[in-house]
């Protein structure tokens, strides 16, 4: 009886263990997959660091890469002085043909969004020119003279006062557009606009516009060659009158034409219009 009693115990036992590693198998296949480990991407943007601070981790004769925030395309650079804003140059020739293509293949005063990556890895939002002038110390690298960085609240070196496209492009590497325009009042949101539509810069604009023809307003950027404001004269509650110099690319003549605009908060931000017929007025600006 003993044995017997031995022999149900072990079948039981081993009847146990049996179920237990089914119901576990049937476990393991009812799982589903694990999922894949995000992927830490890097920000797009740089450190919206002020001039003071950016002037300390960026001090005279230090190399560091320009990338710029459209393209990606970057380049090396060395700083050779400037104490408002920096005093750059590129550091090779190929640096200076790097620089070159971002501009299409043309010098140009036009400003452009970039990130300052220092040789730690930091990366600062700035804003950069693509013309040539002044004093040059680099030899062999094919650009005659230097070209100016801006960061935030660095100023020019003639007014000592800050300068707007320089400092949307600021924003913009930082990604800190809609926060600064947040802070704008209606006069200055309308100078932020017509300084960006002269540095063919679409963001902000973008941002701006409310009201039909606002995507033509955006497609006929292209066809600026410059927009000047003017004057800007406030002639209701909400309303101005924009006196603007331009020229359309193609278009051999000067244009000088005054709009009327809209102002109106949206969101926390104001936003602009022509009168009547939304951004259409605005719009007839790139086929005069």
């Known amino acids: 009886m003993l044995v017997i009693k031995s022999r149900s115990v072990w079948l039981v036992t081993l009847l146990m263990v049996f179920l237990v590693m ?77 620089m070159k293509r971002i501009y299409n293949g043309h010098w140009s005063w036009k400003r452009r969004a970039v990130l300052v990556r220092l040789d730690n890895g930091r990366r600062i939002a700035a804003s950069m020119h693509g ?40 924003w913009k590497a930082a990604g800190r557009e809609e926060k600064e325009l947040q802070k704008t009042g209606a006069e200055q949101t309308i100078r932020v606009f017509f300084t960006a539509l002269d540095q063919a810069e679409k963001t902000i604009p973008a941002c701006l516009l409310y009201g039909k023809g606002k995507e033509e307003v955006l497609a006929g950027l292209g066809k600026l060659e410059y927009c000047t404001l003017e004057s800007l004269r406030k002639t209701g509650p909400g309303t101005w009158r924009v ?10 003549q000067e244009i000088k034409r005054e709009v009327d605009i809209i102002t109106q908060k949206n969101q926390g931000v104001w936003k ?8 259409a007025a605005l719009a007839k600006l790139f086929s005069p």
């Open 131 to 170: 013309m040539p002038h002044g004093a040059g110390a680099i030899r062999g690298n094919n650009f005659n003279g230097h070209f100016c960085v801006h960061f935030r609240g660095s100023t020019t070196h003639n007014s000592r006062r800050s300068d707007l496209s320089h400092q949307i492009m600021v």
């Open 243 to 252: 006196k603007l110099r331009y020229a359309v690319k193609d278009k051999r």
């Open 22 to 98: 089914v119901l576990r198998g049937g476990d393991d296949r009812q799982k589903p997959p694990p999922l894949p480990a995000p992927e830490n991407k890097p920000s797009p943007y740089g450190e919206y660091l002020a001039w003071e601070d950016a002037d300390q981790v960026f001090p005279r004769y230090a190399a560091a890469t320009l990338i710029d925030f459209d393209t990606r395309l970057q380049f090396k650079v060395q700083r050779r002085a400037g104490d408002a804003h920096a005093d750059v140059q590129p550091l090779t020739a190929e640096d200076t043909e790097v």
């Open 272 to 279: 602009i219009r022509a009168p009547g017929d939304g951004t």
